[in-house]
């Protein structure tokens, strides 16, 4: 048995710590001696004071303390990703108002009912007579195959809107609505004189949000060694395809995100940005989890050139999760 002040000392915690938390109901001592009221604690006690503190610290409640199920952790992890989500939403909308000037210049949201929920890229054209006269042109290189039209027009990815706009990476492109069709007027990056029509076609009126969009890869592998893969990585190109990289000759003339990958025996995986931040991950024979964003997995490959052996990792970044576009590969040489 211990007494109520070892106890105490054992969490660097204050007597009335303990006490408050026997008056609340979550911690019972073993023993109270009926003459002198003195305290006496078990290894059971041990045991609930560590769970307290520990829920404490991840900023539980006293109700939920008391009332703490293994089986909601999921529900629970789940709550905090959607705070994670609106955290962030709230960080992009700030950006945006310190980026305009101030909230006094912000653009006014105005709604229009009929052009929430999900539209499908049906074709593009020159005019809109020419889609009706079924003359399009190629849409293969528009990436914007689908558009998620939510509330208040909440942005995602590039995309936004208001009233009468279709709003990508901060270009208003007007729309017209004609019967089940959106006709999207989408500018010219370099001359707003020069424009194509996007058509989309209405697939729902569902009020999506953020959650129901995005892809989320399955990262929860089982771990497979790569003796190949482990040591320490230098990032040297980033490719849209295999076929462009050509060793001792850079494709990529603007500076990378990626410096440096570190692989170790035990699955772990250290990515060095070249903002100075590293990341903790790990990877499994042929993938690597959560290189730039969560939930992704991304493949990689070697290739041999000149008798040297260069790694290939996929970068699954914004148009991965919201479009299924694969922007390109880091180019990695092996360091030792």
Not at 53 to 59: F, G, I, P, S
Not at 249 to 262: E, I, V
């Amino acid at each position: 048995m211990i007494k109520i002040g070892d106890f105490a000392k054992l969490f660097n915690v204050s007597i009335n710590t303990v006490r408050f938390y026997e008056e609340k109901g979550l911690l019972t001592p073993a023993y109270i001696d009926i003459y002198n009221g003195y305290r006496y604690f078990d290894e059971n006690n041990i045991s609930d004071m560590s769970k307290i503190l520990l829920l404490k610290k991840l900023d539980f409640t006293l109700e939920d303390i008391r009332n703490y199920d293994d089986s909601k952790i999921k529900d629970i992890i789940k709550n905090y990703e959607n705070e994670i989500i609106k955290i962030k939403e709230n960080i992009n909308t700030l950006n945006v108002i310190n980026q305009k000037g101030g909230i006094d210049n912000m653009d006014t949201f105005i709604n229009d009912e009929k052009v929430i929920g999900k539209w499908k890229l049906v074709a593009i054209s020159n005019t809109k007579e020419d889609y009706y006269n079924k003359k399009y042109n190629d849409s293969d290189d528009f990436s914007i195959k689908e558009l998620y039209l939510m509330e208040n027009g909440k942005k995602y990815w590039v995309i936004s809107w208001t009233k009468g706009y279709i709003i990508i990476n901060g270009n208003k492109n007007s729309y017209e609505l004609e019967n089940n069709l959106m006709f999207v007027k989408v500018k010219g990056i370099f001359d707003d004189s020069e424009y194509k029509y996007v058509i989309y076609e209405k697939v729902d009126n569902k009020k999506y949000n953020i959650e129901d969009i995005i892809i989320k890869d399955n990262t929860d592998f089982e771990y497979k060694v790569d003796d190949c893969l482990i040591g320490n990585w230098q990032a040297i190109d980033f490719v849209h395809n295999e076929e462009q990289f050509i060793p001792n000759k850079r494709y990529f003339k603007y500076d990378t995100a990626l410096d440096k990958l570190s692989v170790y025996n035990d699955g772990t995986v250290l990515i060095s940005y070249n903002s100075d931040k590293i990341k903790k991950t790990k990877y499994t024979k042929g993938y690597i989890a959560n290189i730039i964003l969560d939930n992704t997995l991304c493949k990689y490959f070697y290739k041999k050139e000149n008798d040297k052996i260069y790694l290939f990792v996929e970068w699954k970044n914004g148009d991965y999760i919201y479009a299924n576009m694969m922007p390109g590969y880091y180019v990695f040489e092996k360091m030792n």
